[in-house]
Each structure stands twice: as structure tokens, then as C-alpha cells.
């Protein structure tokens, strides 16, 4: 098979698990729900045509083991196991490429891998990840942080737009949710992890390169917040005696903004805001916000959460209204292996292409994996930088790179381990 051919086989397979949605005009496909059950069916299939086990943890997380060779070239016993993966959840009104892409890039090196009748002297496991977008339950990483064994017991009290809880959820979707902790990976085989992903970022459309080499991940913070005031006919109650939620919440939103145009490397988004009780001739009683912060340094990430926190607290007490603040979570900066990082540069430029290094301003599953083990990220190109956008698109000769590179560096892992 060429590696044209495999290109095209993954573009053609994210067109298929595009498909499975839960609005029908466009792609939206949350933890759990019967979309993420036919993804996880299909995907599974697919991986077991290419010579791997397939099983699924409980809390959703789709896992295919390709084995190991039963002796290396040097005739030492095959012993580790290298982990490839991302996700196949989705944001609202999605691309299709954002998470499966890295998934099918993946599975296509294992199949060629089989297509050959190869074994490495190392296991492969690739990870499909049942939610990494957290939103469901604004909980990002969840699928890998029970893999990781980082997830938190009180997580499971978290409730969806619909009332129904998590516990119930994951029941739904065919796992135990008081098993959950027996799903975590013991790190002591592990030699590395490496997830393909697009860039999510014009830098390398504009340097004209295929795929990229990521650094560093930054780190992530996620916050909810509700100003409480009172609500009041809109023609009566006079503007002076007001206590209105979404004056206040507007207020913050450009507070944020501020803070992110004033802290170099920060930024800081407000992507959800709900208004109660929602009527046109009703001052808002009510604002609920999310909030986003983000920077390569955790303690200008700190500090600039602690500042919006004051500013939320300022704006409350000078409108007279009250301020619920609750942390959802964070994730810290993580570097990316400087020796995987290493082999797979050397893998882009075995290639013909230059090893653009670059760190990335979006969350991955890295995160997690990175408390277990090494980890390593190619970048793909992707038009425009435009990513969480139905827009989203990629060069199919882009994937082709893709495929190559991680097939290269899983070669340079298997040579350190005495295979040529």
C-alpha cells in the first residue's frame, strides 16, 4: 500500500466518522452519547483489521494493542510498549479532523506495519480517547486522565445541561463508574507516547511545512462564575436602582479581554454565557460564565486567574450583586521529551522536510500521558490555522508527511532498541 493510498484512507475514514453526529447539519459528538458508541464500534473495527486487540475501559476509552515481535534483531526479548493516540470526541459544531485525525494517522503506521507482516521489539497501544473537549461535563481530559490514573473521584458528581450525572453517563456508555480506578496505566513498560494533531495555528501554513515538531503544551485553567442580582420589569425599575447580572457579566468579559491584552503570552476567553430568566422586557437576575486562562508559565496563569477573580469580586460589590466562583480545574505547562522530541525531528528530516519546533497554545491529551511517560507531538498543517471550526481542512500529500514521519520515528524508537 502506498502511503498516497493511506493519506487518502484517512481523510475518507474522518469523512465516515464525521457522519456520526448528534445534530444532523453539523458535527457535534459529546462524551457518551450514541454518536461516540458508533465512532468507538467503527474505529474498533478498524483496528482489529490491522492485527490489533481491541478493548474499551469503562470510561469509555477505545484501546488497540499491536504486539510486540517475540525477539529483536539482536536477539534480546521484546519487552515496553509505545503509546499513539488523541481523541475521537468532538466541540460543538466541530471540523472533523480536531482529535480522529490523530487517531487514523496513527492506525494507518500500524497498518502498514501489519500490511508487512512487522513487529516491533516494543508493543504498540493505540489510545482513541473517549473525551478530551470536556464539553459535556466541563471536564476536559477525562478519557486520558482516568487512563493516567489522575482522575478525581468528586468528578463524578458533575451534571450535564440535561440533569443527568456523570455516574449515569458513563453506566449509559457501558462502563462501572466505581471501577474507574482500576483502569489507570502502571507507567513501568512504557517508553514513550506520540500524538499526531493539526496545528490549530497559521505558523506552519506560513512557513509553508507540512508538519511541525511541538516543544511545549501550555497550561490551562477553567473557572464558572454567576453574578446574582435581581431581576425587574425593563420599563420600570429605573437604571440607577438596578441590580443587573449581565451588566455585571459584561463587564467582566472586558475585564478578561483586558487582562489577556496585558499579560504577554496570556490568553483568556469567556465562550459560554447564560442569561436568567432570558425574556427581552426582564433585567437579567442572573449570568452564568465560563472562563478559560491560559499561558506557557503556571505562575503568570495563577496570578492572572487570581487577578480576574479580584476583578469579579470588584465588579460585584460596586453593582451590588453577588459572585460564585468555582474552579472546574487546571492543567500545568508540560515540555515535550527533549529525546523523542529529538528522534522525531530527526524522523521529519530523514523525510525531506525541515523540523519546525513549536510549542502549542491548545490542550491535548499529552497532558495527561506526560505523568506516565515521555511524550512526543507532530503537528500537521491545517488551512488557515482554523481549528473548533466546521472549516477545519488538511492537505491530503500533508497527511501522507504525517503518516511517514511517525512511521520514521517509530523506526528510530525500535533501532535504540536494538531492531534495525
Not at 499491536?66 to 534483531?73: G, H, L
Not at 506495519?113 to 478530551?132: K, S, T
Not at 507531538?377 to 503518516?403: T, W, Y
Request: net charge negative.
Amino acid at each position: 500500500m502506498s502511503i498516497e493510498v493511506s493519506a487518502r484512507a484517512v481523510l475518507e475514514r474522518c469523512d465516515i466518522l464525521a457522519a456520526h453526529s448528534e445534530e444532523p447539519d453539523r458535527l457535534t459528538r459529546r462524551y457518551g452519547t450514541p454518536p461516540m458508541t458508533h465512532v468507538n464500534d467503527v474505529v474498533a473495527g478498524w483496528m482489529r483489521a490491522a492485527g490489533m486487540v481491541v478493548r474499551r475501559d469503562n470510561i469509555g476509552n477505545l484501546i488497540g494493542r499491536y504486539e510486540a515481535s517475540e525477539t529483536s534483531a539482536a536477539g534480546v526479548g521484546a519487552s515496553g510498549t509505545f503509546l499513539l493516540g488523541s481523541h475521537l470526541d468532538t466541540v460543538r459544531d466541530a471540523g472533523r479532523y480536531d482529535g480522529p485525525l490523530g487517531v487514523l494517522v496513527a492506525l494507518a503506521a500500524v497498518e502498514r506495519l501489519h500490511a508487512r507482516g512487522q513487529r516491533l521489539p516494543f508493543a504498540l497501544e493505540l489510545l482513541a480517547f473517549a473525551d478530551e473537549e470536556g464539553v459535556r461535563y466541563h471536564s476536559g481530559y477525562l478519557g486520558s486522565s482516568i487512563y493516567a490514573g489522575r482522575f478525581r473521584a468528586e468528578t463524578l458528581r458533575a451534571v450535564d445541561d440535561d440533569g443527568i450525572p456523570l455516574a449515569a453517563a458513563i453506566r449509559a456508555f457501558g462502563g462501572d463508574p466505581d471501577a474507574l480506578a482500576g483502569d489507570a496505566r502502571a507507567p513501568g513498560d512504557l517508553l514513550g507516547y506520540c500524538e499526531v494533531h493539526i496545528e490549530q495555528g497559521p505558523v506552519l501554513e506560513a512557513r509553508d511545512l507540512p508538519v511541525g515538531v511541538v516543544s511545549s503544551i501550555q497550561g490551562q485553567s477553567r473557572m464558572t462564575l454567576g453574578f446574582t442580582g435581581e431581576a425587574g420589569h425593563a420599563g420600570t425599575v429605573p437604571v440607577s436602582m438596578r441590580r443587573d447580572a449581565l451588566g455585571a457579566a459584561s463587564e467582566f468579559v472586558l475585564a478578561v479581554e483586558a487582562e489577556a491584552r496585558g499579560t504577554g503570552g496570556l490568553v483568556a476567553t469567556v465562550g459560554q454565557l447564560a442569561v436568567e430568566p432570558g425574556a427581552s422586557n426582564v433585567i437579567p437576575g442572573r449570568a452564568i460564565l465560563s472562563l478559560d486562562v491560559r499561558h506557557p508559565d503556571d505562575a503568570t496563569r495563577a496570578a492572572a486567574g487570581a487577578r480576574l477573580r479580584e476583578h469579579a469580586q470588584e465588579i460585584g460589590r460596586s453593582r451590588q450583586v453577588t459572585l460564585d466562583w468555582r474552579e472546574l480545574g487546571q492543567s500545568r505547562s508540560v515540555t515535550c521529551d527533549t529525546h523523542l522530541s529529538a528522534l522525531l525531528a530527526r524522523a521529519a528530516t530523514d523525510s525531506g522536510y525541515a523540523a519546525l519546533s513549536l510549542p502549542s497554545g491548545a490542550g491535548h491529551d499529552g497532558v495527561m500521558l506526560s505523568r506516565l511517560t515521555g511524550i512526543a507531538m507532530l503537528f500537521v498543517r491545517c488551512k488557515g490555522g482554523v481549528s473548533h471550526n466546521p472549516a477545519e481542512s488538511v492537505r491530503q500529500e500533508d497527511v501522507a508527511v504525517a503518516i511517514e514521519v511517525l512511521g520514521r520515528f517509530l523506526s528510530l524508537v525500535a533501532a535504540e532498541r536494538g531492531e534495525p
